[in-house]
């Protein structure tokens, strides 16, 4: 059973700093998705990497994944108060279904 | 293009009772997946269904827990006899033929009282 862990699991910060977030699986991903998920509200997915070192920015979001694809990080630059949420990282695997790490808990304070 | 929409948004059952949770996929997704969500604990699978059909059931509990998605309508997910661990957050989710992109709803929160 392919597990992934993430950390830190809780993360508060001031507005403006720059964080990194970690997804690191027992196994090696079939794709690897980065969603965040608000309270109250569902995952909402922000960006899909397949390829073994790929790198991919979503304005101030930098994603990275491992040249091994076992691991992949989030960096946030400047950090705004609307990216607080809850990030998780999953894997599709092969079955249609995604794995999901237990993700971090994102607060920027303003 | 409405999203993901299920209902209720949230629902309150005593032990016992049933609870009936529905969703209805994005217009155009052939293809929606249940998860659950316990209190300090991540995404897990239940269940993947196409119409009138269930693709892997393998993360349903065995027994109380059924899911349907009908030719017509939308997509249930059935509790029967539900327990307070049954109190969790359920989010359906669908997709296209062929593609691994997930659409979420906002899901449906269930306390068993």
């Known amino acids: 059973t392919q597990l992934l862990e993430q950390s830190p699991q809780f993360l508060s910060i001031q507005e403006g700093e720059n964080l990194t977030v970690y997804c690191n699986s027992s196994s090696v991903f079939s794709s690897l998705q980065w969603y965040r998920q608000e309270p109250g509200e569902g995952p909402v997915l922000l960006v899909t990497?397949?390829?073994?070192?790929e790198v991919k920015k979503l304005k101030r979001l930098t994603f990275q994944f491992g040249d091994a694809r076992k691991d992949s990080s989030l960096h946030i630059t400047a950090a705004q108060p609307g990216d607080t949420g809850l990030y998780l990282c999953?894997?599709?695997?092969?079955?249609?279904?995604?794995?999901f790490g237990s993700g971090t808990q994102l607060t920027v304070l303003p | 293009n409405a999203g993901v929409m299920q209902n209720p948004r949230h629902l309150v059952r005593r032990r016992g009772q049933e609870a009936r949770l529905r969703c209805s996929p994005m217009?155009?997704?052939?293809?929606v997946y249940w998860y659950r969500q316990l209190p300090e604990e991540g995404l897990k699978f239940m269940v993947y269904l196409q119409k009138e059909n269930i693709i892997d059931e393998s993360g349903m509990p065995k027994e109380r827990f059924s899911a349907e998605f009908p030719k017509e309508g939308p997509s249930i997910l059935r509790i029967q006899q539900v327990v307070r661990g049954d109190s969790a957050a359920y989010f359906c989710?669908?997709?296209?033929?062929?593609?691994?992109?997930?659409?979420f709803g906002s899901g449906t929160r269930l306390t068993v009282v």
């Open positions: 989710a669908s997709s296209p033929m062929g593609s691994e992109g997930y659409t």
């Open positions: 217009k155009g997704h052939s293809h």
């Open positions: 990497v397949v390829t073994g070192g």
């Open positions: 999953a894997d599709s695997g092969s079955a249609r279904q995604l794995t």
